[in-house]
């Protein structure tokens, strides 16, 4: 094999694939070899909600507080739900995802890597990605 064949002699990658490749500026091998992700984001240590200062990334641990709600606006949907932990609380709004509800409830214990900002006093977080303590 060499750094200049096509994509396609690797073991798995057929022709919808490798049009997923070629779409993405991959051609060959060395393409795939030099093409890095646009960002990384790697877990960090579960901090309390009450420690949120500014904008950005943070995993936090705690439960939702009484259950979700469904709000749809111009077709698309967006779930909300509180999330507290033992330092406070905010609001959590998940977009687009209205099955999410299901898994979502009262009591329910959970990790999550989430946006979080803060607006005086009050904390929203969004676009949580929820994990088990054994993804985590």
Known sequence: MLLTDDIKVL???A??????FYSAGLFNLND??????????ALDEIRPIAGI???????????VNGNPTIIYR????????????ASGSGRVSVFNMPWLKKSIFNGREMIMRVFA?????????????????EEY
């Open 74 to 85: 111009n077709g698309k949907s967006m779930l909300q739900f509180f999330f507290s932990d």
């Open 15 to 20: 022709d919808k694939t490798a049009e997923a």
């Open 117 to 133: 900002k803060r607006k005086g006093m009050q904390i929203f977080l969004s676009q949580p990605h929820i994990m088990s303590r």
């Open 53 to 63: 200062n500014g904008d950005g990334y943070v995993t936090l641990s705690g439960r």
């Open 11 to 13: 073991k798995g990658i």
């Open 32 to 41: 795939l070899l030099h093409y890095f992700p646009r960002r990384y984001e």
